[in-house]
Nanobody, 120 residues
């Protein structure tokens, strides 16, 4: 059974940094796109950052220059380094990955989310 587990969220002051991790596990054959999304209270979930299996990246305009997505394919893990955090970055952050397993084929999976709160 494939699982995505996010970690690294917490409370940070404006201007601070956090590093989120997303570990995929469970009979994985390959992982294609890995993405980070976020959902603030009362708002729709939005795409924050994308990284392909080859390492190409793209970002939402609101986080460009402040957030960096990366991945370690050997560890089936994606990261989101968040610097210069702002109160408007407060949200639950979710990881999504397109994963192929021998038993289930190719599917997209979501993690359970990790809370990031930016406040003084």
């Amino acid at each position: 059974q494939v699982q995505l587990a996010e970690s690294g969220g917490g409370l940070v002051q404006p201007g601070g940094s956090l590093r989120l991790s997303c570990l995929a596990s469970g009979g994985i054959f390959s992982i294609e796109l890995m993405t980070w999304h976020r959902q603030a209270p009362g708002k729709q979930r939005e795409l924050v950052a994308i990284i392909t299996s080859g390492g190409s990246t793209n970002y939402a305009d609101s986080v460009k220059g402040r957030f960096t997505i990366s991945r370690d394919n050997a560890k089936n893990t994606a990261y989101l380094q968040m610097n210069s955090l702002k109160p408007e970055d407060t949200a639950v952050y979710y990881c999504n990955a397109v994963i192929t397993t021998r038993s289930l084929g190719r599917n997209a999976y979501w993690g359970q989310g990790t809370q990031v709160t930016v406040s003084s």
